[in-house]
């Protein structure tokens, strides 16, 4: 099977950082792209924060663009999500999503997301 596994998460004031590390592992090919979404309150819907894929393309959402960058160590199967100035309305629980090849087969994983709370 595949693992995907958040860390980093916390509690932070306003304008301070945080960084999330994401690592997928388990029986696959390889890992073509990995995501970061973010979901706040519980029930509604989740939001993308930022993808990479397994060549360097990345996309930020626009509500995090020039706070928040995205990286990925394709060795290692991880990918980083690096959160500065970070806000109050960041606060969420952050989920990350790994698309993998097993087989001849594209397949979406997800971790148990990771709380990031911002607050004075």
């Known amino acids: 099977q595949v693992q995907v596994v958040e860390s980093g998460g916390g509690l932070v004031q306003p304008g301070e950082s945080l960084r999330l590390t994401c690592v997928a592992s388990?029986?696959?090919?390889?890992?073509?792209?990995m995501a970061w979404y973010r979901q706040t309150p519980i029930g509604k819907e989740r939001e993308l924060v930022a993808?990479?894929?397994?060549?360097?393309?990345?996309a930020i959402a626009d509500p995090v663009k020039g706070r928040f960058t995205i990286s990925r160590d394709n060795a290692k199967n991880t990918v980083l999500l690096q959160m500065n100035s970070l806000k109050p309305e960041d606060t969420a629980i952050y989920y990350c999503?790994?698309?993998?090849?097993?087989?001849?087969?594209?397949?979406?994983?997800w971790g148990q997301g990771t709380q990031v709370t911002v607050s004075s």
């Open positions: 999503t790994a698309k993998v090849l097993r087989g001849l087969s594209l397949y979406d994983y």
């Open positions: 993808f990479i894929t397994s060549t360097g393309t990345a």
């Open positions: 388990g029986s696959f090919s390889r890992v073509e792209s």
